[in-house]
């Protein structure tokens, strides 16, 4: 497993950003913020321009650690047992904390929905379907035109078993009535370039990482996953529009502290995820990467509904989808 750590220092100075006063809680050396991705990747990305801002917040360094493997159950596994000390917390997207407890057969006891402690929800944001340019598909409907044609031959890659992007691919599949095939990789990253190079036909990416490729002509978009048209790809219809009434698959990056941390560090962390997902400058970040900011403040108890909602409704369905790593 390959690790790749990086010092954030602050590079951007943004008015205001100093901890709120009545949150008491202040680090006396650098924070680790554990990303479940290789460097890179769409998580990785936005990550790390969170990262910069909160270093501002908190007086000390970011550091981030890329634990990337298993469609980010690793690092979130990670996170589950790293010390309550308020000095490790995990940057995490739906899929590691929604949906891979149930691919992953993780015990109870390790179940990052049931046991990490929700700091705040960050943005939420929706896949694009990118195929390389001499795919002969330029839509929806001409992909599983040729996926009938030639059962099994079309491939897409993914960032790993069982997450958000695996799991658009496949209830695709389903809803199309085709036969595809997927490949696993260690993040979003390799697995954008095998689409590039040719191994596989597709891709179903995060927008940070797709959004450069597409816009130099190294991917041809194909379709967005969201219930909408995403205002960085206004050209691109979703998959419903083409063909797959009711399709929608979206997710959200959030911050999470391990069990057991004491109420001064995640008081601290919770105001600082609260301050900068309302951000002006972080709203801009969020655009340029093609994810969309947060309408309103959500609060952490609506946050935490969510996360129970959401690991519900996927237990019931993924294994409909007949997706299980053992």
């Known amino acids: 497993m390959k690790r790749r750590s990086l010092l954030l220092t602050p590079t951007l100075f943004v008015p205001g ?19 479940p991705y290789a460097a890179g990747g769409g998580t990785d990305i936005v990550g790390r321009e969170f990262a910069q801002i909160l270093s501002q917040k908190l007086g000390q360094p970011v550091v981030v650690d890329n634990r990337g493997g298993a469609g980010g159950s690793i690092g979130t596994l990670q996170a589950v047992r790293s010390r309550p000390d308020g000095y490790t917390f995990l940057y ?64 897409f890659s993914h960032s790993g078993n069982g997450g958000n992007n695996h799991l658009a691919g496949k209830l695709l599949a389903r809803m199309a009535g ?14 954008l370039m095998d689409a590039v190079n040719g191994t596989v036909q597709f891709n179903i990416s995060s927008p940070p990482p797709a959004i450069p490729l597409v816009r130099e002509g190294q991917l041809r978009a194909i379709a967005v996953t969201g219930a909408r048209r995403s205002p960085t790809f206004p050209d691109v219809p979703t998959v419903a529009e083409q063909g797959l009434p009711g399709y929608n698959v ?11 941390t004491s109420a001064e560090p995640l008081t601290a962390l919770r105001t600082a995820v609260a301050e900068i997902a309302a951000l002006p400058a972080f709203h801009d970040k969020l655009g340029r990467d093609g994810l969309e900011p947060l309408a309103a403040p959500v609060s952490i108890e609506a946050f935490a509904a969510q996360v129970r909602d959401e690991h519900a409704f996927w237990g019931r369905t993924i294994p409909e989808l007949g997706i299980r790593v053992e």
Do not use: C
Request: glycine share 8%; aromatic share 8%.
């Open 17 to 35: 950003l100093a901890l709120a006063q009545d949150s008491a809680w202040r680090p006396s050396r650098p924070v680790t913020m554990i990303v």
């Open 92 to 155: 995490a997207v739906s899929s590691n904390i929604v949906i891979n407890p149930h691919v992953y057969r993780t015990p109870e006891r390790d179940d990052p929905a049931r046991v990490l402690l929700p700091a705040g929800i960050v943005a939420n944001y929706q896949y694009i379907l990118v195929g390389n340019p001499r795919f002969p598909a330029t839509n929806l409907q001409e992909l599983i035109a040729l996926a009938k044609a030639q059962p099994g031959e079309i491939t």
């Open 178 to 191: 085709i036969d595809i095939g997927d490949v696993a990789y260690r993040g979003t990253s390799p697995a």
């Open 250 to 260: 979206t997710g959200w990056h959030g911050v999470f502290y391990p069990a057991g």
